[in-house]
C-alpha cells in the first residue's frame, strides 16, 4: 500500500479510514486526511487538467466520484507545494484537537477545561472562514482555467466555465455546512433545540446575524439569484437538472432520488396512520419499506398539482428546499415562516419568507409544520420533526405525518363546518392566529374554509406565553393531559403500562425527578377516562448514548442533532437512572441518530400502546411549559400530532407487534424491549466535540 505523501515538509495527515472506498468530495475532509492512493496520482499532475489512468492499482466502481477528488486533491497539493496555505496547515494542526476521535468504547469525558477550548474552537473556526473561501477561489479557478484552454474555445469554453464554477461553489456550501456542524450553541435552562452557534456577517439584518453564512459567490456570472432557484424558476425538465445538480456537487442522492407520480398508492396503502419515518440514506435497508419517505415524495406530483405551500419552520436552507421542488417536478409560490436561514442570497421572487421574533431569547421557533395548496383549492397539511436542510432528511431519523387531501367548503358552507371529530381544524387556526403575522392571513383563510372531517389525528401544539383561564389548557402538556383526560381508555392494571419519552435534546429539568418531570410531565401523560386514582407509571426515557453517537452515521462527518450540553447534565446526573439507548435495528435506524420526538406508554408485554404522540417538542420546561398560581408557562412554538385508538380504529390500543383483526401495526420507530446504557457509558453531550 501507498504511504502519505509529504510536500515543503507539511505534516503528516492522518489515513483516511475509508481509504480506497472514501467517498467524500469536502475539501476539509482531504485538508485533514491523507489518501495515498489518490495522491500517487496526483503529485505527477501538479499542474494543467487531471487525466484519471486507465489502470488504477485499486478497484474504482464510480470514476466520475474519482476525478472529482482528485481535482479536489490538485488545488490542495498545489497549494501545499506553494507554501501558500500556511495559515490553513497552522489551523489544522489546531483544529485536529477539537475534531470527533472515535476513541475504543471505554473512553471517558476529558478533564481539561472545555470552556478555554470551546472558546479556542470558536476562533479557530472564524479564522478558517475568512480565509478558506478566498484561497479556493483562487486555486480552482486557475485550474478550471487550464481545464478549459483544452477544449473547443467556441463550443464550450462559456457553458464549462460556469459549470465548473458552480462545482466550487457547491464545495465552498459544503465547507461552509461542515464548520457549521462543527459548532455548538449555548445550552441554557430552557434551550434545548439543535440551535448551532453561527457566526455572523455585521452586513446582514438581526435575524440572519444569528446563522453561519453560505457564501453563495457567483464569480463571472454575477447572476442575481442561486442557480438552484433560477432552474427552478424557468427550466422545463427540472427533474433532471436537480438530479445531475445534486450528483455534481456530491450530495447523497440514492434515497431522494424516487421516481415521481408514485406516491399516491404508497400514502394511501399507510392507513389508517399515515405516519412516515425518513428514509436513510446510507441504509439500504430503510429504502423500501412502507412507512419510509423522502422529502420529494412528500411534495409529489400523485398527490396533486401544488400552487402554493406554507412552510412553519426552525432552520430553513431555502436553496435545498427548492432543489426538493424540483425533484418533485413541482414549481410553486412558498411562504416561509422561520426561526433561522442556514444560507443567504436572494431568495427568489416565487419565495416570501418571514421571520419570527421570539418573546425571550431561551424561547425558539420550533414547529415543523407544511401546509400544502393544490390547484383543485384542497389543502393538506404535514407534521414532521425536521428542519429544511440536507443533513436532517439525509441520515437521521425523522417522523412525519402526512393528512389526506382535505377539499375546499362549498361556497354557501359556514367556516365552521368541515371540523374533524378530534377539532383539528379549530386548534390549528388557532395556532396560526397566536402568530399574529397578516402576511399568513390567506393561510388562515385557507384552513377556515376547508373541509377537516376525514382527518383523525389532534393537533397538539406550544405557544410562548404565560396561559391562563381558557387558553390554560390549550397547549403543551396540559393540552396533552386534557386529550387524555377525555379520550384515552387504558386497562385495570394501567400503573404497568410504562410511559416513554424519547427526544433529540434535554432541558433544564430541576433538581431531581419529582420536580417537573413526575409533578408535570407524567402527571399529564397518566391522564385517561374515566379519571382514576391510579398510581403514576414508571418513567423510561430514550436518548441516545456517548457509545451510540460513536457509531452513528453522524459521526462519521461531525455533524450532530443532539445539543444537550455537560453544563446542563451536570446539574441533573439523576437523570441517567431514567435513560435507555437509541437502538432502532428492526427499522434499519440503528445509526441514524433520532431527532425525531416521540411519547407513549407501552404494555407491560410489548405489545400495545394506548396512544402516541409525534412532536417537534423535545423533553424541557421550553417546549412542554411549567405550571405556576392559575398559569402555564412556555418559552417555544413546537406542533405535534396525538393518535388516539378510538377516532382511527374503533379500539382502545394500538397493537405494536402483531396485526388484530381490523387493526393494523402502529409503526414505532425503536426496538423493544428498550437497552439499558452500556456499562461506563453516558448521555451524549456536545461537549465531545472538544474532547481529546
Given at each position: 500500500?501507498?504511504?502519505?505523501?509529504?510536500?515543503?515538509?507539511?505534516?503528516?495527515?492522518?489515513?483516511?479510514?475509508?481509504?480506497?472506498?472514501?467517498?467524500?468530495?469536502?475539501?476539509?475532509?482531504?485538508?485533514?486526511?491523507?489518501?495515498?492512493?489518490?495522491e500517487t496520482i496526483v503529485i505527477k499532475q501538479l499542474e494543467g487538467e487531471i487525466q484519471v489512468p486507465e489502470k488504477l492499482d485499486f478497484e474504482c466502481s464510480d470514476r466520475s466520484l474519482l476525478l472529482d477528488q482528485l481535482k479536489i486533491l490538485q488545488i490542495i497539493l498545489r497549494r501545499e507545494k506553494a507554501g501558500s496555505d500556511s495559515?490553513?496547515?497552522?489551523?489544522?494542526?489546531?483544529?485536529?484537537?477539537?475534531?470527533?476521535?472515535?476513541?475504543?468504547?471505554?473512553?471517558?469525558?476529558?478533564?481539561?477545561?472545555?470552556?478555554?477550548?470551546v472558546e479556542k474552537h470558536k476562533q479557530i473556526m472564524l479564522q478558517r472562514r475568512e480565509n478558506k473561501l478566498k484561497d479556493m477561489d483562487e486555486e480552482a479557478e486557475a485550474l478550471f482555467k487550464a481545464s478549459n484552454e483544452k477544449k473547443n474555445k467556441d463550443q464550450y469554453k462559456v457553458s464549462k466555465m460556469k459549470e465548473?464554477?458552480?462545482?466550487?461553489?457547491?464545495?465552498?456550501?459544503?465547507?461552509?455546512?461542515?464548520?457549521?456542524?462543527?459548532k455548538k450553541r449555548d445550552n441554557s435552562d430552557f434551550q434545548d433545540n439543535e440551535r448551532h452557534n453561527k457566526k455572523s456577517k455585521s452586513s446582514h439584518s438581526k435575524h440572519a446575524e444569528m446563522d453561519?453564512?453560505?457564501?453563495?459567490?457567483?464569480?463571472?456570472?454575477?447572476?442575481?439569484?442561486?442557480?438552484?432557484?433560477?432552474?427552478?424558476?424557468?427550466?422545463?425538465?427540472?427533474?433532471?437538472?436537480?438530479?445531475?445538480?445534486?450528483?455534481?456537487?456530491?450530495?447523497?442522492?440514492?434515497?431522494?432520488?424516487?421516481?415521481?407520480?408514485?406516491?399516491?398508492?404508497?400514502?394511501?396503502?399507510?392507513?389508517?396512520?399515515?405516519?412516515?419515518?425518513?428514509?436513510?440514506?446510507?441504509?439500504?435497508?430503510t429504502y423500501d419499506q412502507p412507512f419510509s419517505i423522502t422529502l420529494p415524495e412528500i411534495l409529489d406530483i400523485s398527490l396533486g398539482e401544488i400552487v402554493n405551500s406554507l412552510h412553519i419552520n426552525f432552520m430553513v436552507d431555502i436553496g435545498w428546499l427548492h432543489v426538493q421542488y424540483m425533484l418533485a417536478e413541482q414549481n410553486t409560490n412558498m411562504s416561509i415562516l422561520l426561526g433561522e436561514r442556514v444560507d443567504t442570497g436572494p431568495v427568489g421572487s416565487n419565495v416570501t419568507t418571514f421571520y419570527v421574533d421570539m418573546p425571550t431569547k431561551f424561547g425558539c421557533h420550533h414547529t415543523k409544520i407544511m401546509i400544502l395548496k393544490y390547484k383543485d383549492d384542497g389543502i393538506r397539511v404535514v407534521v414532521s420533526t425536521a428542519n429544511l436542510y440536507m443533513d436532517d432528511w439525509e441520515n437521521r431519523t425523522q417522523g412525519v405525518w402526512i393528512s389526506p387531501h382535505l377539499p375546499p367548503l362549498s361556497e354557501s358552507a359556514n367556516s365552521s363546518e368541515g371540523e374533524s371529530p378530534t377539532g383539528f381544524k379549530k386548534d390549528l387556526e388557532r395556532y396560526l392566529n397566536r402568530y399574529r403575522q397578516p402576511g399568513i392571513t390567506e393561510w388562515t383563510c385557507a384552513v377556515r374554509r376547508a373541509d377537516f372531517s376525514s382527518v383523525n389525528v389532534?393537533?397538539?401544539?406550544?405557544?410562548?406565553?404565560?396561559?391562563?383561564?381558557?387558553?390554560?389548557?390549550?397547549?403543551?402538556?396540559?393540552?396533552?393531559?386534557?386529550?387524555?383526560?377525555?379520550?384515552?381508555?387504558?386497562?385495570?392494571?394501567?400503573?404497568?403500562?410504562?410511559l416513554v419519552a424519547q427526544s433529540s435534546s434535554i432541558g433544564s429539568l430541576g433538581p431531581n425527578y419529582e420536580s417537573w418531570l413526575q409533578k408535570e410531565i407524567t402527571s399529564s401523560m397518566s391522564k385517561e377516562n374515566p379519571v382514576g386514582l391510579k398510581s403514576h407509571p414508571n418513567f423510561h426515557f430514550i436518548y441516545p448514548s456517548l457509545n451510540n453517537y460513536k457509531r452513528s452515521f453522524d459521526c462519521r462527518v461531525g455533524s450532530c442533532c443532539l445539543p444537550y450540553s455537560l453544563q446542563t447534565h451536570s446539574k441533573q446526573k439523576w437523570i441517567e437512572s431514567y435513560m435507555y439507548q437509541w437502538k432502532a435495528k428492526q427499522t434499519g435506524r440503528d445509526k441514524a441518530m433520532p431527532h425525531i420526538k416521540t411519547y407513549t406508554r407501552i404494555s407491560p408485554d410489548l405489545k400495545r400502546i394506548p396512544w402516541f404522540v409525534l412532536t417537534s417538542?423535545?423533553?424541557?420546561?421550553?417546549?412542554?411549559?411549567?405550571?405556576?398560581?392559575n398559569s402555564h408557562y412556555i418559552m417555544n412554538y413546537e406542533g405535534g400530532v396525538v393518535f388516539i385508538p378510538s377516532f382511527i380504529t374503533g379500539s382502545s390500543t394500538f397493537p405494536i407487534k402483531e396485526e388484530e383483526p381490523g387493526v393494523p401495526v402502529f409503526p414505532i420507530p425503536y426496538d423493544l424491549p428498550l437497552t439499558r446504557y452500556e456499562k461506563n457509558d453516558s448521555?451524549?453531550?456536545?461537549?465531545?466535540?472538544?474532547?481529546e
Open positions: 500500500m501507498a504511504t502519505s505523501l509529504c510536500i515543503n515538509n507539511v505534516p503528516e495527515k492522518k489515513p483516511c479510514p475509508y481509504m480506497e472506498k472514501c467517498y467524500r468530495r469536502n475539501p476539509i475532509h482531504f485538508n485533514e486526511m491523507s489518501h495515498p492512493h489518490l495559515s490553513i496547515k497552522e489551523l489544522n494542526s489546531k483544529i485536529s484537537n477539537t475534531n470527533i476521535k472515535v476513541k475504543n468504547e471505554n473512553s471517558t469525558m476529558d478533564s481539561q477545561d472545555l470552556k478555554d477550548k465548473d464554477l458552480d462545482s466550487l461553489k457547491i464545495m465552498e456550501e459544503s465547507v461552509e455546512k461542515n464548520c457549521s456542524q462543527d453561519e453564512k453560505y457564501d453563495y459567490r457567483n464569480s463571472q456570472e454575477q447572476s442575481k439569484e442561486p442557480s438552484s432557484i433560477k432552474t427552478f424558476q424557468s427550466c422545463k425538465s427540472t427533474r433532471e437538472k436537480a438530479i445531475k445538480m445534486m450528483k455534481k456537487h456530491g450530495y447523497e442522492t440514492l434515497s431522494s432520488l424516487v421516481e415521481p407520480g408514485n406516491f399516491a398508492m404508497k400514502y394511501a396503502c399507510s392507513a389508517p396512520y399515515h405516519i412516515f419515518f425518513s428514509t436513510v440514506n446510507r441504509s439500504k435497508e389532534f393537533f397538539l401544539a406550544s405557544v410562548p406565553g404565560r396561559h391562563t383561564d381558557m387558553e390554560y389548557d390549550s397547549w403543551g402538556h396540559r393540552k396533552l393531559g386534557s386529550i387524555l383526560s377525555k379520550h384515552a381508555k387504558l386497562p385495570p392494571d394501567a400503573p404497568q403500562w410504562t417538542a423535545n423533553l424541557s420546561k421550553a417546549a412542554w411549559g411549567t405550571v405556576g398560581k448521555p451524549f453531550v456536545m461537549e465531545f466535540f472538544s474532547t
